[in-house]
């Protein structure tokens, strides 16, 4: 069972930075396309910023500007999070389209896995 671990959440000062990170539990052939959510406390989980195959990335109006997503060696993605504000205070989740084997990937078959989540607090 491939899993995917989010680290890099805590508590931050408004204006502050943060990088989350996300990687798959053990080893795998490559993580096609990824995605960071978030759930704000008591709120609908929202997607936050969106890397595909081919490196291109996408980001929510709230975010643009200040997060960037970016990954290494198509096996760990990270979220630099600059210039804090107090409504990015959420649940931050990452998704991913992982091919486990190179034949996986020849032949499109992908697992669609969620990470268990990692707190982000921005506060003074």
């Known amino acids: 069972q491939v899993q995917l671990v989010e680290s890099g959440g805590g508590l931050v000062q408004p204006g502050g930075s943060l990088r989350l990170s996300c990687a798959a539990s053990r080893s795998i052939f490559r993580i096609n396309a990824m995605d960071w959510y978030r759930q704000p406390p008591g709120k609908q989980r929202e997607l936050v910023a969106a890397i595909n195959s081919d490196g291109s990335t996408n980001y929510a109006d709230s975010v643009k500007g200040r997060f960037t997503m970016s990954r290494d060696n198509a096996k760990i993605t990270y979220l630099q999070m600059n210039n804090l504000k107090p409504e990015d205070t959420a649940v931050y989740f990452c998704?991913?389209?992982?091919?486990?084997?190179?034949?996986?990937?020849?032949?499109?078959?992908?697992?669609?896995?969620w990470g268990q989540g990692t707190l982000v607090t921005v506060s003074s």
């Open positions: 998704h991913g389209r992982l091919s486990v084997t190179a034949a996986d990937f020849v032949n499109d078959r992908y697992l669609e896995v």
